[in-house]
């Protein structure tokens, strides 16, 4: 089997992302599953069975960081002499289109997955007037594909709500190797001066998309109630506002954007984490922490309240009310045994998250949809088949 991916960037740990379908390309090349990635940015590599193509772009004007893919003569050519058995779109712009008229002319079955939750930004921009337009414009791509992956129930919902079909879920992993408490640094805290307080951690993009603007009042509000003593600030990343969140939180720690072990030593040295978004669609970030031994505190918006919900491994707050997150965080410092709990939930639970298990719905899913001429997908809302994509104990017979 061949599989042709267009992935916009596909640069190595540049974004969740990004990451899901490194981790999804590894899964297919243990299978033997010759895949093409489509990029305008890739990092450079050589794997027996892995072709990269480079498509042109230019830079989205709202936000530089990214780009839009533009097709070209050449891209056809490309994909014929490829030859995929299954087309699989993963950005939903005019590539994403092209990609979706290729198949449909030969033929190839042809399915998307949602990573990005691109409306949700639009406020940030102040181009909410636009929602309506874009979820349109979303139902008549993905419409037009035999099958849309989403990475958890609520964003599944949300998808039906605006009138996507055919859509059903892919999870995400983690690796244990990379994330756990035994990267836990005393040096590290002791280089934040923490040795004798709780850290408070963020990990992700400087935006405002993310909700930072909660993170920065939660901190104040500990200003006021006079516990910044008690607490230290841990922010790891980078981006265009930066210089905000060190002006507004003067006390905090920026390491700045880390990777690897770094990143690894971060995450088990901190004691809370703390990630108010309301645009995810996942959200890896919090996997990552619940590995590592952290409660996470998130927002009742987006994907990530969906793990929080399913591990019992942190708090869902109100989202934009950083009242709501400051108690949180508040509580579980005053109590520890509860914090102690939440740990050993989280590290229960990702024990079954292992990558290969998470990557094998779409492994199933193509296969079905090269192979299956009626029903290539399996039922739409069965509570079993639900509680397969996230119980950790419950065993896949089919």
Known sequence: MKIAIYSGTYRR????????????TDSLL??????????????????????LFKVPSIPLVLYPDYRISLPTPRLDRDLDEFAPDIVHITVPDLMGIHFRRYARKRGIPVM????????????????????????????????????????????ARILRTHGIRNVDIWSRGIHLDRFNPGFFSRELRRSWNAENRLVILYAGRF??????????????????????????????????????????MPEA?????????????????????????????????IQEALA??????????????????????GRVCTAG??????????????NPKVKQRLRARGLDWVRSRDWDRVNASVVKTYRNLVFSTSNPLPPRGNPRQLQRHWNPRAVDSS
Not at 129 to 142: A, G
Not at 321 to 334: E, P, V
């Open 112 to 155: 998307c997955s949602f990573h990005t939750d691109f409306v949700s930004y639009l406020k940030s921009f102040r181009l909410g007037i636009f929602e309506n337009q874009s979820w349109k414009y979303l139902q008549w791509l993905y419409n037009g594909t035999d099958a849309v992956l989403a990475p958890t129930e609520e964003m």
């Open 253 to 285: 720690i920026f390491p700045g954007y880390l990777s690897g072990e770094e990143l690894s030593r971060v995450y088990a040295s901190s004691d809370i984490f703390l990630f108010p978004s309301t645009t995810e669609t996942f959200g890896n970030v």
């Open 30 to 51: 243990r299978e033997d599953i010759q895949t093409g990635i489509w990029s305008y940015s890739y990092t450079e590599q050589a794997r027996r069975g892995l072709s």
């Open 13 to 24: 740990n540049q974004d969740g992302a990004t990451r899901t379908l490194y981790e999804l």
């Open 321 to 334: 009310d950083s009242g709501a997150f400051f108690r949180a965080c508040r509580n579980l410092i005053l």
């Open 207 to 248: 935006v405002w998309y993310k909700d930072l603007e909660i993170f920065m009042q939660v901190y104040e509000k500990f200003a006021e109630a006079g516990l910044l003593p008690r607490v230290r600030f841990v922010l790891a990343g980078d981006g265009p506002i930066r210089d905000v969140l060190e002006e507004r």
């Open 292 to 313: 590592s031994g952290l409660p996470a505190l998130v927002s009742d918006k987006g994907g990530c309240q969906e793990i929080v919900a399913y591990s019992g491994a």
